[in-house]
């Protein structure tokens, strides 16, 4: 369901694949030993992660993340609340029968 939504939205897709990539870029340039210098100090690599998260926020937002999101959620809840009824179900059954 997941993949799904994002395929069925290119601007989410650009927004994730561009997120993913800052990610990647960060991680490579810390295994080369680069630090990011931002105002005259050294950022470790998971303020640098989360300076990323933090500029990907309103792209997420824009690109319509969120109503992808409850969508997901949504559907989950219902695959949940009946995988939990058929497996109560069939407890029942075995209680029955014994």
């Known amino acids: 369901m997941l ?10 897709l650009l927004a994730v694949a561009a997120s ?7 991680t490579v340039q810390n295994r080369k ?6 105002l005259g100090r050294e ?13 990907s926020l309103p792209v997420f937002y824009w690109a319509g993340a ?3 999101l409850f969508w997901v ?3 989950e ?6 995988s939990s009824y ?3 179900h069939l407890d029942c059954n075995q209680l029955w029968n014994t």
Do not use: E
Request: proline share 4%; with cysteine; net charge positive.
């Open 73 to 75: 959620l949504g559907k």
């Open 33 to 38: 030993g680069s630090k990011v210098v931002l």
């Open 86 to 88: 058929f497996q109560a």
């Open 66 to 68: 969120g109503a992808a």
């Open 20 to 26: 993913a990539g800052a990610g990647y870029f960060l």
């Open 77 to 82: 809840k219902n695959v949940f609340i009946m």
């Open 43 to 55: 950022l470790p690599l998971g303020q640098q992660y989360g300076l990323v998260a933090l500029c």
């Open 3 to 12: 993949f799904f939504s994002r395929i069925t939205s290119p601007l989410l």
